[in-house]
Structure formats: C-alpha cells, structure tokens
C-alpha cells in the first residue's frame, strides 16, 4: 500500500470519481485537475482528508494542496485511480477551454514573468544595497557616503551594477525569451530579437529623452527614431508575441524540407523591422500611459485612497491570477519615475497575511493539523509567497483573509501617505525592506509593525467575536470521513490479509531482477528530472536494447495504465514497482506498445508484461529510457548490486530492497 493510498481513494472520490477527472498534473505543491464539472467536486470533502492543506479554482484548474509529498501522492494518486498523468502544459491546454479572455491573458502574463522573477528579486536587492553604498550620507563618516570614504566598497558597488544593469537594461532579451518559450516557438530567435531591442549601436533608452531635448536623436534611413528599448517592458512583450505569432504562421505554409532556412528568416526580420518602427514606439507610448495614470494614483490628491483600494485588493488579485500585471507596471514605474510605490504596498500585503496566519496558528498551535499548515504558511507568507496562507487557511475560513486585508489596506494608505519606494521589484515579505529606497526604510518598518499589529488583532477579534467566521470544524463531515476510512480501509482487507502481504513483515532483503536488457544507469541520469531527484523513489534507469520488459519479482500487478507504457507490481514481500518505458511515452496513446497482463493478475518473475517497439519510440521524438522505481522507499533501503554504469540481461540481478 503507497503512503497515501487512503487519502488518494477519497479524494478520487471526492473529486467526482475518474470519469470527472479531464486532466491531472502536479507541481512543487499542487495537485492539478481539470474536472469535466467544477461543481461535483465535495470541497469540504476534500479539505477533510488529513494530507490536504487547502483547494482553489484558477485558470480553469482545479488545485489541491498537498505540500512537500505531493509527487508521492500524485504517484499513489495515478496508482488508485488508473489515471496517467499529463505534463503541466497539457494540463494548461485543457483547461483553457474554461478560461474567458481576460483570464487567458493574465494566464500568459504568469507564464511570460514568472520565470523572470529570480533576476528581477536579485536586481531588485543589488539596486538596494548599491543604494546604501553609494546614496546614504552617514554622520559617522563626515557626512559622506561609502564609496567616498572606502576605495574597497567603491570596487564591489561599481561589480554590482555589472549584474545589476544588466538585469533591467537587458529586461528585453528576458522577455523575448519567456515569450518565445511560453508560445513555443525557436527560444534563439527570441534571444536574438531581444538584443537588437538593446543593441549598443543604439542609442540607449537611458538617455533618450536628453538626446531629445537637444535634438540629437539618431534616425534609420527610414527616418524612424534609432532608439533601444532598455528596461523597457511593453514594446518586449510586443516585438515577441509578434515574432512569435510569424514563426507559427510560416511554419503552417512553408515545407519542412526548406524550414529551417525561411521560417527564421520570414519571421525575424519582419519582426526586427515591425519593432523598430511601429510595435517600440507604441509600446512606449501605452507604457508611458499606464505608468502615469498609476503614477498619478500614487501621487495625486486622492493617493491615500489609491492605496486604500491596492491593498485591499491585491490579495484577491493573487487568487485569481491578476496579480502578475503589477510586474510590468512596477517596472514602467522603476523606468519613468526612479521608483515604485506600488511594490511596497504588495510586501505589506504579503506580510499582512502572513500575519492573520499567524494568529490563526497562535489559537489552533495545539491542534496538529491546522498547526502544520499554517506555521509553514505563515513563514512562507513573511518570506512573500502567499499562496500556501491565502489558500490553506485565509480563503479557507474567510475572517483571516479579510482581517489581512484589512490591514494592508491601511497600511497601502500610509505607505503611499509617506511617499515610500521600492528601488525595483524584489524579494516580498519581511525582507522586502532591502529592496525599499535607503530613506524609506524607518517609515517603512514602522508600517510594518502597524500592518502586523492589525492584521493579528482583527483574526483575533474575529474569532472570539464570530464575526465573518465560518465553522473551522465540521464534526459531522470529520466523523463521515473517519467512518469512510474505517469501512473502506480500517482492519485487515482479504489483499492484506493474504501470505504475500503478511510477508512484507519478513527482514529479508528482496532482490530485484532486471526487467529489461540493456545499460543501467544511476537515477540521477534520468531525463525527468522527477525521476532524477528521487522524488518518486529510489531505483535505477535502464536503456533498453531490446523492447520486451518482464516481472522483476513475484508478486501481482496493481497498476497497469491504458497506454501500456507504465506498470506497477506489488511483490510478495510487500515492494511497491514502478516501471515506467520512456519519457512522455503516454503521448503515443498505446501506439507501439502491447500488454500481456491485466491489473490483478498474479506474475512470476520473468514473466512477460510488456513488448515495445523501440524505433518507433525514438522515431517520434522520445527516449526509451525505462526507470524502475521502489515507490516504498520510505520501507526499504535500496542498494544497487554493482558499479553503475554497466551492461545487464533480462532476469540478472538488478538491486536489493532492505527493509528498514
């Protein structure tokens, strides 16, 4: 029985069984479904079951939050139910069919940014501590700052800005690249288009508006103004949707045999040609545009109600996705006005959350469950990302999750109050204060405290009071569900109780045989890097020679998924199998693949369950590489018999299985 089996069977159920289930994948802590209807899904069911931490509907996923062992429950998950699991970009397509415009568009925003926010935290915190070196005045010193007093600061301040200005002077070939990488298109000419947006022939976005005061602005031939777009955000996302959109237009019509030469060419061009003179200068117009108008949120006679409605809205922003635009403004902002107001009052946000968790935590510490789902959401809350707190217990029990944002909305009023700003984007939460400008940072600590004091107090006062709560626990259900447990899997089963699984008791070690002829590598070397870090357990990777798998015990098949790519086998002595014929394999829907088993049946070890055809395989553009997986790790010690790499036979031994 896999770790989670139990809890996997009721959320199947749960869920509206397997023929409700469209689509499932999982990411670092999320179990993802596209469902056929939303709507015959038992939330408070779900959020019953022990291992879940919370569920949410975004961008037409069903999500469940497990935590850390979600790629065992998704394993045990796939085991119970016979559903194969997709990758997440499947699992994204399919779900976007229940996706309006406007969702799919801040979908693509995530996607694009996303991958970006590593850079921008970490040039966000270079800019602050450059800021320190170079832009406080400390009496101490006489008044002066510390590149004037210490040559050896002066040094690391100016190999600072060398990561730092290229972070947000090159944010073009960032975003080029994401687009180029979420739409699936040639990721090099995404690249490549990105540079000639910041190319130093150029003249530099930085020194544009000098050049026009003076009337010195070089021309193209064409009499388009040869300006680069460093920094810049909008004219970026302009130029590679573009490019991006070309590529997937020409590769329709053009021949595969002449592609590579004329897809290239007929996109990037075009492309180059479009930004210099039509998609750069509107982009700068539109940003320009959209950073005034906040500007002037920030700044204008009414800024104290501005920031009132940003901070009580930016928590429900991140639930629904909306929340990824703030980037791009944040970073119009950074460009047109040295700054921006609005990220700090994004970190209060974060920290007000993280603080009603807190309190949360404080009265339920000595209920175990709750305990371990929001002491983790509180500190993952304080270090900026939200979603564990707003979706594990805030959204779940609504008087924390108004408390929260009570408090960010006073806080977003005295943050934009006291004129507080960021350098650029950077790390959220507590530590955001690296990232505000130098003589922000006592107004902005202070805010802090006010934001936390709030935020805790209001879950406090809710709750005794009962004002907006929602009943925390339902006895009724918690009693169904432990009764569900204890018909379906409290005591011994017939399975159990049988000699194989009475066996597991056994302390010898299990050898496992070689399903496969072929090499056998270390884990670690498998392609999928789920495999590869162990995640779904411990065990080897085989290349195969030969396209016949066989049983590696004896023992009975639990699992064996439609597509015939994958099974799994239960040994005698209890060792949980997963064999699993190469990578992304489930694409070919069976094709190529034949099946001498059922689930249930009884096997021998050497006995045939599998042929394969291994050109074929490759011929569709996927390896063969076949991971045998102990997904009971937790039980057994697995040791491999001899020195990984070498060649192995069908039937020799592979590994043993030491129960621990």
């Known amino acids: 029985m896999g770790k989670f089996e139990k809890e996997a069977k009721g959320l199947l159920d749960a869920i509206g069984g397997k023929e409700n289930v469209t689509a499932v994948s999982h990411c670092a802590t999320r179990m993802r479904f596209v469902l056929g209807d939303d709507k015959k899904a038992n939330v408070k069911a779900i959020e019953a079951i022990p291992v879940v931490k919370g569920t949410f509907t975004n961008a037409g996923q069903f999500q469940v939050i497990i935590g850390n062992d979600v790629p065992i429950f998704y394993n045990d998950f796939t085991a119970v139910s016979g559903i194969e699991g997709v990758s997440k970009e499947a699992a994204k397509s399919a779900a976007k069919s229940k996706q309006n415009p406007l969702q799919r568009v801040m979908a693509t925003l995530a996607e694009i940014f996303t991958p970006l926010i590593p850079a921008l935290i970490v040039g966000g915190l270079i800019l602050g501590f450059q800021n320190v070196l170079s832009d406080i005045h400390f009496d101490a010193l006489g008044g002066k700052t510390i590149i004037e007093v210490s040559k050896f600061w002066a040094g690391v301040h100016e190999l600072l800005g060398l990561p730092g200005g290229a972070i947000f002077g090159f944010l073009p070939v960032g975003i080029t690249w994401s687009v180029s990488r979420k739409m699936g298109t040639s990721q090099i000419l995404g690249i490549v288009l990105g540079i000639c947006l910041v190319h130093p022939d150029l003249l530099s976005a930085y020194k544009f508006a000098e050049a026009q005061a003076a009337d010195k602005v070089p021309q193209f031939i064409f009499g388009f103004d040869k300006v680069g777009y460093q920094g810049q955000v909008i004219p ?299 995640l779904m357990g411990r065990g080897v990777v085989i290349v195969p020679s030969q396209g016949e798998l066989v049983s590696p015990v004896n023992g009975r098949v639990t699992v064996f998924f439609p597509t015939k790519h994958a099974i799994g086998i239960l040994s005698d002595e209890g060792v949980e199998i997963l064999m699993h014929i190469g990578m992304d394999t489930v694409n070919l829907e069976g094709k190529g693949f034949e099946g001498y088993v059922s689930q249930g049946d009884k096997v021998k070890a050497g006995d045939k369950l599998i042929s394969f055809d291994i050109d074929l395989i490759k011929k569709a553009g996927y390896v063969t590489e076949t991971p045998v997986i102990i997904t009971n790790s937790d039980k057994y010690q697995v040791e491999e018999l001899e020195q990984l790499p070498r060649a192995v036979e069908r039937g020799s031994q592979l590994m043993t299985a030491n129960p621990l």
């Open 236 to 534: 970026a996302l302009l130029a590679g949707l573009t490019l991006a959109y070309l590529e997937i237009f020409w590769r329709k019509y053009i021949p595969e045999v002449i592609s590579m030469i004329f897809v290239p060419l007929l996109s990037l061009v075009p492309a180059v040609i479009l930004s210099y003179t039509v998609l750069g200068p509107i982009g700068w117009w539109l940003g320009g545009i959209i950073s005034s108008i906040v500007l002037a949120g920030l700044t204008g006679p009414v800024k104290w109600l501005f920031g009132l409605i940003f901070g009580a809205i930016y928590a429900p922003f991140v639930i629904t996705g909306l929340h990824h635009m703030t980037n791009a403004i944040d970073l119009e902002l950074v460009r047109t006005a040295g700054g921006t107001g609005l990220w700090p009052m994004i970190a209060l946000s974060n920290i007000a959350q993280g603080s009603a968790v807190l309190a949360y935590y404080i009265m339920k510490r000595h209920d175990e469950r709750e305990a371990q789902i929001s002491l983790p959401a509180t500190i993952s809350a304080y270090l900026g990302i939200t979603e564990p707190a707003l979706f594990g217990v805030n959204v779940k029990y609504i008087y924390p999750f108004v408390a929260g944002m009570t408090a960010s909305a006073i806080s977003g009023l005295l943050s934009v109050t006291f004129n507080v700003k960021a350098n650029s984007v950077g790390i959220g939460g507590l530590p955001a204060i690296l990232s505000i400008q130098p003589e922000h940072w006592l107004s902005f600590a202070v805010i802090m405290l006010v934001d936390i004091t709030i935020a805790m107090a209001l879950t406090f006062f809710f709750h005794k009071t009962g004002f907006l709560t929602k009943t925390e626990e339902d006895p009724e259900l918690q009693a169904e569900f432990a009764a569900q447990e204890e018909a379906e899997f409290a005591g011994p089963s017939k399975a159990e109780s049988s000699p194989e699984v009475q066996a597991a008791d056994s302390s010898a070690p299990v050898t496992i045989t070689s399903p496969l002829a072929g090499e056998v590598k270390e884990l670690s070397q498998a392609t999928d890097p789920v495999f590869a870090q162990g």
